[in-house]
């Protein structure tokens, strides 16, 4: 089966960084994204991953290993409005969405 | 403004009484998509649709009935509700499914009681 595994909930302190991460087991892999989702809002699109390595948006960066089945969601400057659940989403070899259940990013001041 | 817009955003409905949650696009995208989403469990796919007449079942399709009839619009259709569909539920439109971004509306959360 497919499967994607994120840890349930994290908790972090303002101000410092703090990493979300995501296995995977899919059939075939065409990407990788991660959304941002605060509570009982819409999904936003925070990256896209297709390749291996590093990629930076600001505070945010994705890190991708398709050897290793393996991606990171890294948050620097840790505000309070991270408080959110991040989503990490595979593409199939189908071209089809494999979500996992998310984690829940708990900042505390 | 690019958006996906649902309706409505909270539904209380009785068991058997027929719904339907609109969904509408005003980005041109072909690909249009609507989820569920449970505590503990991530975004299950319940039907999707490529373009305009083609639509296919995802994971949990049963219960649930949809129509694309126009491009931007993609309404889900409960035809007999039940108590295990109470869920918060997502439309969602991508330029090209699977390897671009997807926007999704602002959510219904629906209650059957």
């Known amino acids: 089966g497919q499967n994607i595994d994120q840890p349930t909930e994290m908790t972090a302190t303002e101000g410092a960084i703090v990493q979300i991460n995501c296995t995977y087991q899919?059939?075939?892999?065409?990407?990788l994204f991660w959304y941002q989702q605060h509570a009982g809002e819409a999904p936003t699109f925070l990256s896209y991953?297709?390749l291996d390595g590093l990629e930076e948006k600001g505070r945010f960066s994705s890190f991708l290993s398709r050897s290793k089945g393996y991606s990171y969601l890294l948050l620097k400057e840790l505000q309070m409005k991270d408080s959110a659940s991040y989503l990490c989403?595979?593409?199939?070899?189908?071209?089809?969405?494999?979500w996992g259940a998310g984690t829940k990013l708990i900042i505390k001041p | 403004e690019a958006q996906v817009t649902q309706n409505p955003r909270y539904l209380i409905t009785v068991t058997g009484k027929k719904l339907t949650v609109t969904c509408s696009q005003n980005?041109?995208?072909?690909?249009m998509s609507w989820y569920r989403q449970d505590p503990g469990l991530g975004l299950r796919q319940i039907y999707y649709?490529?373009?305009?007449?083609?639509?296919d079942k995802g994971d949990v399709p049963e219960g649930y009935k949809v129509s694309r009839k126009e491009k931007r619009n993609f309404p889900l259709i409960l035809e007999s509700p039940s108590p295990n569909q109470t869920s918060l539920y997502f439309c969602?439109?991508?330029?090209?499914?699977?390897?671009?971004?997807?926007?999704f509306g602002q959510g219904t959360r629906l209650t059957v009681v």
């Open positions: 980005m041109n995208h072909e690909y």
């Open positions: 899919t059939s075939g892999f065409n990407g």
């Open positions: 649709s490529m373009n305009v007449e083609v639509t």
């Open positions: 969602a439109s991508s330029l090209g499914w699977g390897v671009s971004e997807a926007f």
């Open positions: 989403a595979v593409t199939d070899s189908n071209y089809q969405l494999i």
């Open positions: 991953n297709v």
